[in-house]
């Protein structure tokens, strides 16, 4: 027996959707782009970026945790959608300290990628400047919190997937930060640079030492297109 | 473009040198100059933000420093972190890529300074008025030249786009190689209009040679002064603008030190602090502070090489170098005729790359065993480049010291004002019109970073103040 199906429509556009799919899971697969950075397929969504905020029957939801509701009416790629997406990549470029221009992960880094696709030229806010640290204790994995945008995905992946649970968050508010088994360095732990945690950062706040800028210019994930244009292209 | 947006483009890098370039001359009793004060007032603090971060992050980091030549920074830094990464020698096609990204930079960077920072002074007179006396006028009146000084300027920038990925700050060096190698594609696109690019060197060459010496009584004269000079060559003597080893030689052209190898650069090298410039004043060890101090760029590098190891190049040296029998030439504005020198031996080096099937190779990065401290020398455009970093086990730099090419000038630069204020300041302590656009010109022969800011549109914002033997200030013009 085929599995049942549910229809619900994004920006006036009929999508499919199997029963107990996420708005982000069935936009996905139809080849809709919803811009997003907390969210990895692999790993469970649990909506803490807010990048992917849709407004669904009028209400903002998430589209990473929220399910697919028949009939539903989503929008997405509205003006004020938009608007509120781009205040949200604002206000996490504003909170730490990203310099794209000596950034080993930029052109492969996807807060720049997603400030691209919003058209984001400039910030609005006024930068806060944080002190954050470094830790380059681990031999083959460096972590800077500088450009840490508290997406949780190497919290979750390490405890999920690498069932190591290596990294947890700390503090509160502004003081939120990505600790190390409570407040230890990289270098203390098991993590393995084989871990899936060390290959899920969208930015460059853990990064693989080393590596550095071996990729040139032009040959970069987002050099020539899009965030998003993987998905865009199966529609 | 509106006036507005004009202003702004010339304004902002000069608020980086505190708006403008500060001269203070201080006088004796007689109204004579005493000493001649260029204040260089930026502080960018490079030296210290770079502590903390990964090695293999600098030389994309330490570029940022300059956009003129970045590249610079960008190799020394490199040349630096190879060596922390444990590599002694590159792959020869990182060797080649990387050399070919430099001669680009070198070719570029030069290009800008004499046809659009120096052209107008040589063109129309020191005196000429400064509504003409800039790049506008030149394109007016001489628009061939206008054109090939962008022309050349964008081939430059090319060469570097090819091989670091971007025209400005871009990423090729890493430490222990390069992360590419140069197309069939890109290399066909530049061979396109190498042969154009050589014959417009050989004209600009030929400019700066027919100026000097049917300028010589001004030249000789024009703060002119004895000086040691110093600079890379290679170890059998050869200019080479990448890689080799220190020589210094004294006003006479004897060898100070030859081949000394630059990680030991501190054992020759030292830098002094003056309470009025937030530049330091680095001087050759064995002679001391007050008569060690030396001249880097282009009129150092012809004084101490042995020859140009490109036949073109090597012909105008041999002529350069006729005109004082083979002993170091001391005229500041000889520093035009040889920065054109090295523009052709430039664009004679990238014509051979590009005809190298080593540029095409696959081999790009090799690895070592981590070092904890190294330095990297390059000569840059306008002089020897020191890059000297420390880095822990963590690979963290822990120490950077960078002494950059305008600071190895910096006494060479205030004795050149002194030079010329002493000739045009006569007795009577007024500052005038003269003096502003004679200091400019000496100051502008040296291609300091600030000078960048200066020239584009004929007004170079400099502040000259007088001062008498009580220390009083008599005389203060600005020249916005």
């Not at chain 1, 708005?23 to 649990?46: F, N």
């Not at chain 2, 027919?210 to 050869?238: I, M, P, Q």
């Not at chain 2, 890689?243 to 630059?262: E, W």
């Not at chain 2, 790359?353 to 330095?375: C, F, M, S, Y």
Request: charged content about 25%.
């Amino acid at each position: 027996m085929s599995e049942k199906m549910i229809t619900f429509k994004i920006d006036g556009v009929e999508i499919k959707a199997k029963v107990g799919q996420t708005i982000m899971q069935a936009a996905d697969e139809a080849g809709v782009y919803i811009p997003r950075l907390c969210y990895l397929k692999d790993l469970t969504p649990h909506g803490s970026c807010r990048v992917c905020t849709v407004k669904v029957n009028g209400r903002c939801q998430t589209a990473c945790t929220e399910p697919a509701v028949d009939g539903a009416e989503v929008e997405n790629k509205t003006e004020e959608i938009e608007g509120i997406r781009r205040d949200i990549v604002d206000m996490l470029f504003v909170e730490g300290n990203h310099f794209c221009m000596f950034c080993e992960k930029s052109g492969n880094c996807e807060l720049q990628a997603e400030a691209y696709r919003l058209s984001i030229c400039a910030p609005k806010f006024p930068y806060l400047f944080p002190a954050r640290d470094l830790d380059g204790t681990h031999p083959d994995i460096f972590i800077d919190r500088n450009r840490c945008i508290l997406c949780g995905r190497c919290v979750n992946a390490s405890r999920d997937v690498d069932g190591k649970t290596v990294f947890e968050f700390v503090g509160r508010g502004s003081e939120k930060k990505v600790a190390v088994n409570a407040d230890a360095n990289l270098g203390d732990t098991n993590m393995a640079i084989t871990d899936k945690a060390a290959d899920v950062c969208p930015v460059g706040a853990i990064i693989k030492k080393r590596v550095g800028f071996a990729v040139p210019v032009g040959k970069r994930i987002y050099d020539e297109k899009p965030i998003g244009s993987d998905i865009e292209a199966k529609s | 473009m509106s006036d507005n947006n004009l202003k702004k483009i010339i304004i902002e890098p000069v608020t980086r040198v505190e708006g403008h370039g500060k001269v203070s001359l201080l006088l004796d009793e007689q109204n004579n100059v005493k000493q001649a004060r260029l204040h260089i007032v930026e502080f960018r603090g490079f030296e210290r933000f770079i502590v903390g971060r990964p090695y293999w992050e600098v030389p994309v980091l330490v570029q940022r420093l300059c956009g003129i030549c970045p590249v610079s920074h960008h190799l020394a830094a490199a040349k630096a972190m190879d060596i922390i990464a444990g590599v002694d020698e590159l792959t020869p096609t990182a060797e080649k890529m990387r050399r070919l990204m430099h001669y680009g930079q070198m070719f570029q960077s030069h290009a800008l300074h004499f046809f659009h920072l120096c052209s107008p002074d040589l063109l129309f007179g020191f005196d000429a008025d400064p509504a003409i006396r800039n790049v506008i006028g030149v394109a007016r009146k001489f628009p061939e030249l206008a054109v090939q000084g962008v022309m050349m300027r964008k081939y430059g920038q090319e060469i570097i786009k090819a091989t670091a990925g971007k025209k400005i700050h871009g990423t090729g060096a890493i430490p222990g190689g390069i992360n590419k190698n140069l197309s069939i594609e890109e290399r066909d696109f530049l061979l396109k209009d190498i042969d154009q690019m050589v014959e417009w060197s050989i004209g600009a060459v030929n400019i700066a040679k027919d100026y000097t010496l049917k300028n010589v009584d001004l030249a000789k004269s024009f703060g002119t002064f004895d000086s040691n000079h110093l600079g890379l060559v290679r170890e059998d003597g050869a200019m080479d603008l990448y890689h080799g080893n220190l020589r210094a030689v004294d006003k006479d052209g004897n060898k100070i030190f030859d081949q000394v190898n630059y990680k030991n650069y501190l054992d020759y090298i030292a830098e002094e602090v003056k309470d009025w410039s937030y530049m330091k004043f680095p001087f050759i060890k064995s002679i001391g502070p007050e008569n060690g101090w030396y001249r880097v760029g282009p009129l150092s590098r012809v004084n101490i090489c042995d020859f140009i190891d490109t036949p073109l190049a090597e012909k105008e040296r041999q002529e350069f170098m006729a005109i004082t029998g083979g002993k170091p030439n001391h005229m500041t504005l000889a520093y035009h005729w040889t920065r054109m020198i090295e523009t052709l031996h430039s664009i004679e080096k990238i014509k051979e790359l590009l005809n190298d099937p080593d540029l095409q190779g696959t081999d790009l990065v090799k690895i070592g065993k981590r070092r904890g401290e190294a330095v990297g020398l390059i000569e840059a455009p306008r002089g020897t480049l020191f890059h000297h970093y420390k880095v822990d086990e963590h690979d963290q730099v822990t120490m950077a010291n960078l002494i950059v090419s305008t600071t190895n000038n910096n006494t060479p630069m205030n004795t050149a004002v002194q030079k010329v204020a002493e000739e045009h300041l006569s007795g009577k302590p007024e500052i005038t019109e003269g003096l502003l656009n004679h200091i400019e010109v000496a100051i502008r022969a040296y291609d300091p970073c600030l000078s960048c800011a200066t020239h584009a549109m004929g007004k170079m914002p400099l502040i000259v103040s007088l001062f008498d033997h009580k220390g009083e200030l008599v005389d203060k013009k600005v020249k916005e």
